[in-house]
């Protein structure tokens, strides 16, 4: 846990197999799970009998002078239309795009895309990055879960050390065959797999999963508390 605790922003979206049931645990109290069975138009049976799930992450730590995105993310999160295809696809679009304009803040980023060769092994592996990465935080301040707003409000200590960082991260699992990307270390590279997730389309967006800490805008991280719950991320 963050030393004088420290808030969390995250929604939650299932996207559709046709005819398929998507099962996403989340495992902590609190949180549903969401059950969707869905006859989908616009999936060719080729990508339908493809049991080969891709799940990618993208992970960027901002400056505090970046701290807009937390409103940013916030708002994006309130006004989300989970129940519908295009608007699942919408939310990961505005997301990335608020990463991107931004890449003066840029300052760590910890990414990959793996191709999972089952279902059932790409939800193992998506749950898991998801509940590491909601570990690492002490409150829950604001959350949407299935179309269920939820928000807690939050109180910085003020005894903490100057805060200096904000950390999103996207989870993103689609049904592309292959990696979305490659080796993330530059700023370069960040864009393009930034770009490439919003470049998603609804017949290949199967779930996603946005988290930033804190959420609050009257919090950041300090350096320490980058170093010590990110240690996988580089900086660029």
């Known amino acids: 846990m963050y030393v004088g605790g420290s808030s969390y922003g995250s929604t939650y979206i299932d996207g559709f197999w046709l005819l398929l049931t998507l099962l996403v645990l989340l495992g902590a ?20 009998d493809n049991a080969t799930v891709t799940v990618s992450k993208v992970q960027v730590a901002l400056l505090a002078q970046g701290k807009a995105i937390q409103a940013q993310l916030s708002e994006i999160v309130k006004n989300a239309d989970t129940d519908t295809a295009e608007g699942l696809q919408q939310e990961l679009q505005e997301a ?42 002490s409150a829950e301040t604001l959350t949407n879960v299935g179309g269920r707003v939820n928000r807690k409000s ?57 988290l930033w800490s804190p959420q609050d805008e009257a919090d950041s991280l300090t350096y320490d508390e980058l170093l010590t719950e990110y240690t996988d991320m580089v900086q660029i």
Request: charged content about 25%.
């Open 29 to 48: 109290g609190g949180w549903a799970v969401w059950m969707v069975l869905s006859a989908r138009k616009g999936i060719g049976s080729t990508e339908l």
């Open 154 to 210: 939050f109180t910085p200590d003020p005894d903490q050390d100057p805060a200096s960082y904000i950390v999103v991260t996207l989870l993103v699992g689609t049904a592309h065959d292959r990696p979305l990307f490659g080796d993330v270390r530059t700023v370069e590279a960040l864009k393009e797999a930034l770009e490439k997730l919003s470049s998603i389309n609804t017949d290949y967006l199967m779930v996603f999963e946005l």
């Open 96 to 137: 990335t795009l608020a990463l991107l304009r931004m890449p003066e803040n840029w300052s760590h980023v910890q990414a990959n895309s793996q191709r999972v060769k089952s279902r059932e092994a790409a939800e193992a592996m998506f749950n898991q990055v998801s509940i590491a990465e909601r570990s690492k935080f």
